[in-house]
């Protein structure tokens, strides 16, 4: 019998393009796409690959290495990720290897020299029980018994093991934890393996779930209100026409609720739902209220799984069997790469966040945009939901290219929150803050304090870290290897760079003028809580930011202890802002607006809209009126003044406008390359070379090489050119020249040590 001699390979690296190798005659059965095999690649290396294509084509002058080994009996990938892969790795400008990195566990991933054996990095996880070697009778068993008398720890783990087991002289004996049995008996292994060697007791191994389920009764699903029906069906109609529904609605107008419905719909037809999340910080809440309802069937997957919990999610959602199988993921990012068998429904929550975005490594891919072609491969719906939308999808929905569903209300006539914007400028003049606090702010906490109710403090860190500074003669300490200040910790009494994480202590003079009087300026969360503590010494304050909230449950634990009510104040950055719901927060307090609007990116104010909308969406969700106090310098900044009257729609027209006029997304197609060099003036040669190959085919499409704002990161200058190409053309040939300019220059002789990037999509 004949059989293909060649397959495909998928390799994990940079390196463009699959790799052929040839199928060695007694492998011929074993080899099928989706699996993976070892390889050699280069001149010792072996790599785990997945096969993706067998054939019969040899490929003509080139000598063929034979693949050594199958990994696995039965493919751990399907085509439709193969499929998906590959367009990843189109459209987001990268190797395909790039994305199975990405993609794969990395327990699925081998890579290793010739000399060491590769190992099988994950492991089920086993565990030893213990049954009887036979169906002994209860007279046999009093005959052992007896036996044992003069061994009476023997005897005793015996019994033990009888009771355990609720033995009934049946046939077949009821396995029984080694572990357990050996903790109730109070007896050490080598009693059991006395037995073992008696032939009284078998051991065995079973696998069994890192992953714990949890067992409770699923509650049956809310009752919509009528204007939640009509979203709800609205939302089924549109999905017969588009692929795509964006979900406006207002915050807490049960956006959640009408996923949970849709959800539901897809269960009842056995398929699978995907539901994205931005962030890790919002899953607790969230999963709790899917579990619920769907109970068992619910998977979680995030970055702080360790790897072998993540193989396990991978198998259960690529499970044939639909009882273990996970018919509903709840997942940030990197969620679109698991297994699905037959999706029916992604959606995308908050579908405006910036960390649906993967910004480096490659590939660098918008989870939101890939989760919608990944949708259209499964032919399943997506929906997106947001309080406000991100200027790109809503005008998809202007333009009809995605369903349009309102819900303009909040759910039980609760009212949207108060807004109260307060001057910091004039507050300062006349002297009437209290440290970061204006009288406004002030009064609302007082009165929220005195009420027993909760506050949440929004101090955005970016650009407004705490940094030391020299007043005498203004020196700031920067990092070492990055173009950065250094920022302040006042609790671990250090500076650190929050680019490479590079730290060091306090100088106790400024090393430029040898002043000793080093003050801190700026302020973050931090600076806040010690300062609130102050002036509300009565108040329990909790902080919820990059810092506290590094062990895998304490976003958990914060949020717990907030829901709890064991702390009065929280103040956090952007990560409390997401979708959070608590029943007795009705004050919330932005402390300084200002940073947000004038951060330099063409996003800032969309951001900032979306920002103080998504805060002041957390207060007063449930009976209690809530209220929100934005301090600014500048209270007549037309930004502020749409959140005021959350005016979203004349936001979008007015951003859509001013992209339209200054030729920005969503009305160009930006590509961004980043170039990096530890020398800057060979940084600078190769920069203008690919800056002026580039504008040769692109011309003025074509900005940059330039500087950015953070110039340089651990030792590595930086050089970034962007390119704006019109949405109307086709793109793909642009990207072939595009690329085809990168590898021009990575062949030059001296560029080397060059590193170069392409973002697709950089916003
Ligand atoms: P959103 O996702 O739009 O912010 P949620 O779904 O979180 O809104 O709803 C806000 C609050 O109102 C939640 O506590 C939710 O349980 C409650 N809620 C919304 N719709 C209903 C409903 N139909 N029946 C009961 N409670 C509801
Ligand atoms: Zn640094
Ligand atoms: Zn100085």
Request: a positive charge; proline letters at 5%.
């Amino acid at each position: 019998m004949t059989y293909n001699h060649f397959a495909d390979i998928i390799l994990p690296f940079a390196v463009k393009g699959i790799f052929t190798y040839r199928i060695p005659e007694e492998l011929s059965e074993s080899i099928v796409p989706g699996i993976r095999v070892l390889v050699q690649f280069g001149s010792k290396k072996l790599y785990s690959g997945i096969v993706c294509k067998i054939h019969g084509d040899s490929p003509s002058g080139i000598k063929l290495r034979s693949i050594i080994s199958a990994l696995d009996s039965s493919p751990v990938t399907n085509e439709i990720q193969l499929k998906f892969w590959s367009w990843i790795s189109e459209y987001y400008m990268c190797s395909i290897g790039e994305v199975m990195k990405a993609a794969l566990p990395s327990d699925l991933c081998l890579e290793g020299v010739a000399s060491v054996p590769v190992v099988e990095k994950y492991k089920p996880k086993e565990e030893t029980f213990i049954k009887l070697a036979a169906g002994f009778s209860e007279s046999e068993l009093n005959t052992i018994l007896d036996k044992l008398a003069r061994a009476p720890a023997q005897a005793k783990i015996l019994t033990e093991y009888l009771r355990l087991s609720d033995y009934a002289g049946v046939k077949e004996s009821k396995p029984v934890r080694k572990s357990i049995l050996m903790k109730q008996s109070g007896s050490s292994p080598g009693i059991i393996d006395a037995l073992i060697r008696k032939k009284i007791f078998l051991p065995f191994s079973l696998e069994t779930r890192r992953l714990t389920d949890t067992e409770s009764p699923a509650e049956p699903l809310k009752e919509l209100s009528t204007i939640q029906i009509t979203a709800l069906n609205e939302i089924s109609d549109l999905f017969k026409e588009k692929d795509v529904v964006l979900l406006h609605g207002v915050t807490s107008s049960g956006k959640t609720e009408i996923y949970i419905h849709l959800i539901e719909e897809q269960l009842k037809k056995q398929k699978q739902v995907l539901y994205l999340l931005p962030e890790i910080a919002v899953t607790a809440q969230i999963i709790q209220r899917l579990r619920r309802h769907f109970g068992q069937i619910t998977g979680i997957f995030h970055s702080r799984f360790n790897d072998a919990e993540k193989v396990e999610i991978w198998n259960r959602v690529s499970e044939e069997d639909t009882e273990k199988r996970y018919s509903l993921i709840i997942g940030v990012r990197s969620a679109i790469f698991l297994p699905f068998r037959n999706l029916g429904l992604i959606i995308i929550d908050e579908e405006q966040d910036g960390s649906y975005k993967q910004h480096d490594p490659a590939p660098r891919y918008n989870a939101r945009d890939s989760a919608i072609v990944l949708a259209g491969m499964h032919k399943a719906n997506t929906i997106l939901g947001s309080a406000s939308p991100s200027i790109e999808s809503y005008n998809n929905a202007v333009i009809q290219k995605y369903g349009l569903a309102e819900l303009n209300e909040r759910y039980g006539q609760v009212r949207l929150p108060e807004i109260i914007v307060a001057n910091l400028r004039e507050a300062y003049r006349k002297k009437l803050m209290v440290s970061h606090f204006t009288p406004e702010l002030l009064e609302a906490m007082d009165e929220a304090l005195g009420k027993n109710e909760q506050i949440i403090l929004f101090q955005n860190r970016r650009g407004f870290s705490p940094y030391i500074e020299c007043p005498e003669c203004g020196w700031i300490p920067k990092c070492v290897q990055c173009a950065v200040n250094l920022t302040y910790h006042k609790g671990i009494s250090r500076m650190v760079c929050h680019y490479c994480g590079y730290s060091t202590g306090i100088p106790a003079q400024c090393p430029n003028c040898h002043s000793t009087g080093l003050i801190t300026r700026g302020f973050g969360t931090e600076k806040v809580e010690d300062e609130i503590k102050i002036v509300f010494p009565a108040a329990r304050v909790a902080r919820m930011d990059q810092d506290t909230t590094k062990g895998k449950n304490s976003f958990e634990k914060l949020i717990r202890a907030f829901e709890e009510r064991q702390s009065d104040i929280l103040i956090g950055t952007q990560m409390i802002s997401k979708g959070l719901d608590f029943e007795n927060l009705t004050v919330v307090g932005v402390l300084n607006a200002d940073n947000l609007l004038n951060f330099p990116d063409f996003r800032a104010h969309e951001r900032s809209f979306q920002l103080m909308e998504q805060v002041s969406g957390r207060a007063g969700r449930r009976q209690k009126p809530g209220k929100v106090i934005i301090q600014t310098f500048d209270p007549g900044n037309r930004i502020i003044r749409l959140v005021l009257h959350h005016d979203f729609k004349n936001m979008f027209r007015i951003q859509a406008e001013e992209r339209k006029a200054f030729n920005y997304p969503p009305f160009c197609r930006m590509i961004k390359i980043t170039i990096k060099h530890k020398d800057r003036s060979l940084l600078n040669i190769w920069a203008d070379i690919l800056g002026r190959d580039l504008k040769s085919v692109f011309g003025g499409r074509v900005l940059g090489p330039e500087f950015p704002l953070i110039s340089q990161i651990q030792l590595w200058y930086i050089k970034t050119i962007l390119i704006k190409l019109e949405r109307e053309k086709p793109v793909v040939p642009a990207k072939h020249t595009i690329m085809e300019a990168i590898e021009r220059v990575e062949k030059e002789k001296g560029a080397s040590s060059l590193k170069i990037a392409v973002d697709v999509d950089p916003y």
